[in-house]
Structure formats: C-alpha cells, structure tokens
C-alpha cells in the first residue's frame, strides 16, 4: 500500500460512521461504468409503455402495501 493511500485511509477512519458511509458510498460509485445507452432507450421506452397501460385502464395498479405484503409472504 502506498505512503498516500495509507494516510487517506487513515485520515478516513477518523470519520464519523455515517462520514464514513456516506464516502464509500461515493468511492464505489465512481467505479460504476457510464450507463449502456441502449439500455437506457429500452428502460425509457418500457417505462412509457407500462405508463400509458396504466393512463388507458388496459391495466390496474396494485398498491404497495399489497405489493410488499404478497413479497413478505413469498419469502416465508
């Protein structure tokens, strides 16, 4: 380890807990890759799609206490 990395990580640890969170939070985001843009256009168009199912009545929402309830018990 370097003489720089050793001292970062030693001025990091004297953070609060929460400092401490919030700034490996921040470390492993930066090494997250760019979106696929592809991908992003296809999440897009997905979104829009469910969206107007919905605007239209083709479909029914089901609330989120429904929706964790049902999760909660699958996971039993």
Same mark, same amino acid.
């Not at 979106?35 to 469910?50: G, K, N, S």
């Given at each position: 380890?370097?003489?720089?990395?050793?001292?970062?990580?030693? &001025?990091?640890?004297?953070?609060?807990?929460?400092?401490?969170?919030?700034?490996?939070?921040?470390?492993?985001?930066?090494?997250?890759?760019?979106?696929?843009?592809?991908?992003?256009?296809?999440?897009?168009?997905?979104? &829009?799609?469910? &969206?107007?199912?919905?605007?239209?009545?083709?479909?029914?929402?089901?609330?989120?206490?429904?929706?964790?309830?049902?999760?909660?018990?699958?996971?039993?």
């Amino acid at each position: 380890m370097s003489v720089v990395l050793k001292k970062l990580e030693d &001025e990091a640890m004297k953070l609060s807990p929460r400092s401490r969170a919030r700034l490996a939070e921040r470390l492993i985001a930066s090494l997250e890759e760019a979106p696929d843009p592809d991908a992003v256009r296809l999440w897009i168009a997905e979104a &829009e799609r469910r &969206e107007a199912e919905l605007s239209s009545g083709k479909i029914k929402g089901v609330p989120a206490g429904k929706v964790f309830k049902r999760a909660r018990s699958a996971l039993r």
